[in-house]
Each structure stands twice: as structure tokens, then as C-alpha cells.
């Protein structure tokens, strides 16, 4: 019996697993949410696995860790936050259809998770496996990025368990970068006597479109003002004002020439100043990092009869990006066939949920075999 039909014949106890998954609400700024859902993947997995994870603690944060022997040839990486608040379950239950499965975050990326322990649990033997699952994916990572980067240097090759875009698996991502641009002036009446003030919102208008010119879309980089803030009241000249900058771009060399750009920004306006803070979050992830990954499942794809697999280049960043980031070849969107993320009716295919179990079965296997 090939492992497409075990899985496949398993599958009604995979949507059970899904269910407890989904059902168990985990929005990353919830830490005794994630801290439930930690135990009850942490349940599933040794249920699966035969063996309880190492709960590793980073700023009160649980992360999740299953190592095989050294842990050294082959890592998944997935994650168990969720962009839901809890009570979101209540009014939108996890649900089964004929065709899809749909719940707060069955895509983005509980499935993905219940894919890799079920995948995990065909092998005979995981020596050199590990296994990571984090709780702060969705926030960028800020307390497990060590974490990840620690596997990408540990092993040879990263297998990321976030959602494919359509059916693609995702062989290329740029990296992102994340600034926060901040503008003090002078307060004054606006009725009467706003030229005594030094207007931080005026200074803001200026900024932003200073910043919009920093793109270059004929090489892929988008910079991009997105969450502003300015004044204190109808009636008052603004004396603060702020603004969120998101950057994505193909490579580290233009993450730099924007960083360069952004931290050279000047004030306009007589009376204002202004502080940029902020960076790289995420390194990119290049084609050179997923090819040959890729390549073995494409084959692979193919012994097992599944569909053709496509690859894809996209802008969002996973912690994909900080394995390749370290130098480990890394293929991503490894997870159920869906649609949907962080919005309201994401849901996954069932069919793809065996075939996607499969094929992660068999990259991991293919992995070990080679060393």
C-alpha cells in the first residue's frame, strides 16, 4: 500500500485531528491561547509520534521542538498562531463539506501542521528529523526567529508546511522589511494661531510621498505606507504623527538600498523632525535556495501520481526566509491545497490534504536517504 492510499484511508481521523486543531483558537497575541493550542499539538503529535516535543520558552512564549536523534539532516517548520481572535469559532465552527474543509485558520496553517505529523508518522525511522512548530509566525517571528535560524544552520534542508499559493508550492519569496517613520512639531490653536505650530501631519503628507518614490516595481520592490497616525484633538495643530512603512524585495542588495533610502529622510517643514526605526525582518528566500528541493518533489509528484507540481515566486515572507537566510536549501508552501488566508471563509480541499501528507512523507524520507 503506497502512502497516498494509507493516508487517504486514514483520512477521516486527519479531519478529526483538524478539527481539535482549529476548534482550539490561537491568536498570536494570546499567549495562554497559543499556550493551549501548544498542548493540544503537543497531545497530537505524541500521539502520532510516540514521543512528547520539547517545549521551548522564549519570552513567555511556547514553542514546540520534536528532535530526532541529532536533528541534523532534515527540518519542518510550521506554525500554530492564527490571526483569529478566540470567540471567532462561535460564530464560524469548523466545518466539513463534501469538497472543503473551512474554519479560523484551517489553512493559514492548522492543516499544514496535522500534514506534517501525519507525514512524520509513516516513517519507520526519523533519525535526523526535527520537527519545529512556533507560536508567533504571524507577528514576524520576533521570539522564535532564533529558533528557526538554528535549525536552518543544524540541517540540509528546510521543509516549510505554510499554505501553496492555488496548488504551487512556493520556491521563491522576498524578503521583508518594516519601518516605522515618526514626526515631532509644535503644537497651536488651529483657530487661532496655527502658524505658531509646526504641523507633524503636514510634515506626514510629505514623508509619505517621499517614501512612495523609494520603490523600484521594474525589480520587484514595493514600499508601501500603510498604518498612520497624527494629532490630539479637532482643534489643535498635530504635534506627533506616524507612519508604517512595509517593504518587500527580491534581494538583500535592495533591501539595503532601502534601508539606506529610508534612514536618509529629512524633514520638510521648518520646526519638525523626524526618527526612523525599524529594518530587515525577513531576508529573501531566492530561487537558488528551493531548485533542487523542488526538483525531487516535482519527481516525486510523479512516482506518486499526484498532479504536476508547479513552483512560485510571492511577496509574503514566512520563516522560510530566515532558513535560506542561513544557507539551507528550503522549499515552502508545502501545506493543504486552499484558499483564503486571514480572511473570513479560508478553507482547505480535502483531497489534498493525503496527497499533500505524501508527498512531505516522501521529500523527508527522499532527504534522510541522501544525507
Not at 492510499?5 to 481539535?20: F, N
Request: aromatic residues 2%; charged residues 20%.
Amino acid at each position: 500500500m503506497n502512502v497516498v492510499t494509507t493516508l487517504r484511508r486514514r483520512l477521516p481521523a486527519i479531519l478529526e485531528d483538524l478539527e481539535q486543531l482549529v476548534t482550539c483558537e490561537s491568536p498570536s497575541d494570546d499567549l495562554q491561547a497559543t499556550a493551549r493550542c501548544a498542548q493540544e499539538v503537543s497531545d497530537l503529535g505524541e500521539r502520532l509520534l510516540g514521543e512528547a516535543p520539547e517545549v521551548v520558552t522564549s519570552g513567555d512564549r511556547a514553542h514546540l521542538r520534536w528532535r530526532f536523534g541529532a536533528g541534523d539532516q532534515v527540518g519542518l517548520i510550521g506554525h500554530l498562531d492564527t490571526v483569529w481572535p478566540v470567540g471567532t469559532i462561535e460564530r464560524w465552527p469548523f466545518d466539513v463539506g463534501s469538497e472543503r474543509a473551512t474554519g479560523p485558520g484551517v489553512f493559514d496553517m492548522k492543516a499544514g501542521l496535522v500534514i506534517g505529523l501525519h507525514a512524520l508518522s509513516l516513517l519507520d525511522d526519523l533519525e535526523g528529523v526535527t520537527f519545529l512548530i512556533t507560536s508567533d509566525e504571524e507577528l514576524g517571528s520576533p521570539s522564535s526567529r532564533a529558533l528557526v535560524e538554528d535549525l536552518g544552520r543544524s540541517c540540509k534542508a528546510a521543509f516549510v508546511l505554510e499554505p501553496p499559493a492555488g496548488t504551487a508550492v512556493k520556491t521563491v519569496r522576498k524578503g521583508v522589511s518594516q519601518y516605522r517613520v515618526t514626526i515631532e512639531g509644535r503644537a497651536a490653536h488651529a483657530g487661532l494661531e496655527p502658524e505658531r505650530g509646526a504641523n507633524a501631519l503636514t510634515e506626514l503628507a510629505h514623508q509619505v510621498l517621499a517614501i512612495e518614490k523609494i520603490a523600484r516595481p521594474s525589480v520587484g520592490t514595493t514600499v508601501t505606507a500603510t498604518l498612520a497616525s497624527a494629532g490630539s484633538a479637532r482643534n489643535v495643530v498635530p504635534a506627533t504623527a506616524s507612519i508604517d512603512v512595509d517593504v518587500r524585495a527580491r534581494t538583500s542588495a535592495e533591501q539595503l538600498r532601502v534601508h539606506d533610502e529610508m534612514s536618509s529622510l529629512r524633514p520638510a517643514i521648518p520646526g519638525t523632525s523626524l526618527s526612523v526605526t525599524g529594518g530587515q525582518n525577513r531576508p529573501p528566500l531566492p530561487e537558488t535556495a528551493s531548485a533542487r528541493l523542488f526538483g525531487r518533489a516535482r519527481e516525486l509528484a510523479n512516482v506518486l501520481h499526484l498532479p504536476d507540481l508547479h513552483g512560485v515566486a510571492v511577496g509574503g515572507g514566512s520563516d522560510g526566509n530566515f532558513t535560506a537566510g542561513v544557507g539551507c536549501e528550503t522549499l515552502d508552501g508545502l501545506g493543504a491545497v486552499g484558499d483564503g488566508a486571514h480572511a473570513e471563509g479560508e478553507h482547505v480541499i480535502i483531497d489534498s490534504i493525503p496527497e499533500r501528507g505524501a508527498l512531505v512523507s516522501e521529500l523527508v524520507a527522499d532527504a534522510l536517504a541522501r544525507g
